[in-house]
């Protein structure tokens, strides 16, 4: 038996590029995790699709190896996108190894440390906006309509190309077979449009027979593509001052709200907003129930499961995917202001054994 997961060019027969110049580092192929102590609870078949486990810590990476494979194809010198945070790091790195000049504008003050310091040490330029996402996706647009820059935000096709590959890999994680519903986080609204695509591809190709109910989830203060699945409209009121705590989804406007919008109404899927206390205690729910370490905006999609079971929009037994798109130390400063601080004590064994704790079952 092959003991090593394949990458994500397993299936490189779907993807629009010359295979003789791909940009790999290695992405995609990451792990699909049964959490039963959280499923168990609910009454569903739950699975953990862990996209921190890409190479810069993010599920971008899949949309950059194949969008810095046609930047290379198409010979452009310089790429530059606009970014919550995980997109510029993801891009500083592919650009680095395919030798590329790379600029990034950001938000002022609101890209979690772990994401600055990865675009940072990657060598991008990095461009403190200030303003927020969307008036950062608005200038560096502008800049690629000039010709100073490839853009790679999920506006470029190639993007969701890649990305469509988390669709794959869910229908070939379950043994080729569709999950009932698959839950994710939903910010420029890239994402949910790419793994649909996916999905759909593999439907038409035979593969699959059912396909399932895509479910996006966004934060409460920045939700309109959610708004506009309530109004049962294709259209969104983009929301002025977007906030959450899940800098990642802190996005007004998303440009592919269409294409979200489309995938939801097709699929007879679901949009529901959650909370900042809910998004941050479902990222703990995750961490100490079953082990696993992600960041807050994806963590919306668990406290979304948890909020639509209770709406019971959710069936007992149906089988769920949760997309997580980032890891846990992408945001040190949330992890630590939500836990207790270390105790500090002496190396002294009377001092450590009076303060340990200890499970007693
Ligand atoms: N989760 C994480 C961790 C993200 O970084 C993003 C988007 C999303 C979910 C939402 O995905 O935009 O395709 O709907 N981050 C972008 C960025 C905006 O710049 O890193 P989406």
Sequence with gaps: FSCRRQN??????????????????????????????????????????????????????RGMSVGITKAVELGVDTVGCASTGNTSASLAAYAARAGLG????????????????????????????????????????????????????????????????????????????SPDRIILPVGNAGNISAIWKGISEFHRAGFID????????QAEGAAPVVEAFRKGKMEIDPVKNPETVATAIRIGAPVSYLKALRAIYESDGYAETVTDEEILSAQKLLARREGIGVEPASAASIAGLLKLVDEGVIDRGERVVCVVTGHVLKDPDTAIRASTEPVEVEPDIDQLRSVIRRKRT
Aim: proline content about 5%; overall charge negative.
């Design 8 to 61: 994500m060019w397993k299936y490189r027969e779907f993807m629009p590029v010359d295979p003789s110049k791909i940009v790999s580092l290695d992405e995609g192929g990451t792990p699909f995790v049964r959490c039963d102590n959280i499923g168990r609870k609910l009454g569903i078949e739950l699975y953990v699709k862990v996209e921190g486990s890409n190479p810069t810590g993010s599920f971008k990476d």
């Design 102 to 177: 790379c600029v990034v504008l950001l938000p002022s003050g609101k890209v979690a440390l772990g994401k600055l310091a990865q675009a940072m040490f990657h060598g991008a330029q990095v461009l403190s906006v200030r303003g927020n996402f969307d008036e950062a996706l608005e200038a560096v647009t502008e800049l690629a309509l000039m010709g100073e820059l490839y853009l790679l935000n999920s506006v470029n096709p190639f993007r969701l190309e890649g990305q469509k590959t988390i669709g794959f890999e869910i229908v070939d994680d379950l043994g080729w077979e």
């Design 210 to 217: 059912e396909r399932p109910m895509m479910t996006g989830i």
